[in-house]
């Protein structure tokens, strides 16, 4: 018995602005119970369950387009519009990237329907491939979103192919993720780069959090992950955090409970972050 389908070749015809190559992009339907919203997880990532008719669909694998002959990726309404002047070192990049994407996705194929494995890969390739663009298109954050969700699907893998290390994989892109995170604010605070290229900060697909998610996910990353070799350090990162997220939330001494997924995980942030400090609100 064939598989239950859920995905399709789009109408449109995609031309690589790097080699030129034409090809059509895998959409994934969404339709007809395939996909079975599960649980938000703290850092924002939506899980799904399992379908009986379509079984396991990882939506965030289908969201960045690759070309299947050189590997150029980005999310795909930046994909046709690489700037012209980083068309000739994206092209001379081919080699680099793909060898590069091997090393961590040895099995990943762009000429075969996507699974989690190649889903994870054009993330990753599109995490490099942002190198390419201006700032008009935002690409730091862009490189926040695409690394963090590289390390939620790496985080897949892992359950899925546990003993190839791949949880520790999932934290260092994480990691990389709150650094670009930290850029990207750092960026737009100093006007050296405009956040307006984003339309849709997610993080994950089901819903646009804002830049007030960002700046939560950033401050979360860094709870979970950011350095603890230098305790000073660590204790100015995390109090500049909760300030940021005290005051985008209104949490502290005066704040009241507030509805909404968003606010609650901020407040339990916060708290954490309060204990972790020894400090208290009042």
């Not at 031309?15 to 395939?34: A, D, H, M, Y």
């Not at 599960?38 to 369950?49: A, D, S």
């Not at 001379?92 to 194929?109: C, G, K, N, V, Y």
């Not at 006007?191 to 993080?203: A, M």
Request: aromatic share 12%; net charge positive.
């Amino acid at each position: 018995m064939a598989a239950e389908k859920i995905s399709y070749q789009s109408k449109e015809e995609y031309n690589c602005p790097v080699c030129t190559t034409g090809f059509r992009r895998e959409e994934l339907l969404s339709g007809s119970g395939r996909l079975i919203a599960g649980k938000l997880t703290e850092e924002l990532h939506r899980l799904y369950e399992p379908s009986a008719k379509y079984g396991v669909i990882y939506p965030l694998a289908y969201q960045v387009t690759v070309c299947p002959k050189c590997w150029f990726a980005s999310i795909d309404k930046d994909f046709q519009s690489l700037p012209a002047q980083f068309r000739e070192k994206a092209k001379r990049d081919q080699e680099a990237r793909i060898s590069s994407t091997r090393l961590i996705f040895p099995s990943a194929d762009f000429t075969k329907p996507r699974d989690l494995i190649n889903g994870a890969a054009s993330l990753y390739l599109a995490l490099f491939c942002y190198d390419y663009y201006t700032k008009e298109f935002s690409p730091t954050i862009k490189q926040a979103i695409t690394a963090v969700r590289a390390g939620w699907l790496l985080d897949e893998m892992h359950e899925k192919y546990p003993g190839y290390h791949y949880d520790w994989l999932a934290v260092a892109f994480k990691k990389k993720s709150m650094f670009f995170y930290n850029e990207a604010i750092l960026k737009e605070q100093g006007g050296k780069e405009t956040l307006s290229g984003l339309k849709n900060f997610g993080p994950d697909t089901d819903k646009n959090y804002s830049y007030e998610g960002a700046l939560y996910l950033s401050g979360l990353l860094k709870f979970k992950y950011g350095q603890r070799e230098n305790i000073e350090a660590r204790a100015e990162s995390l109090g500049s955090a909760k300030r940021t997220i005290a005051k985008m939330f209104g949490l502290g001494k005066s704040s009241k409970s507030k509805p909404g997924p968003l606010l609650e995980h901020a407040r339990e942030l916060y708290d954490n972050i309060n204990k972790e400090l020894n400090e208290t609100d009042d």
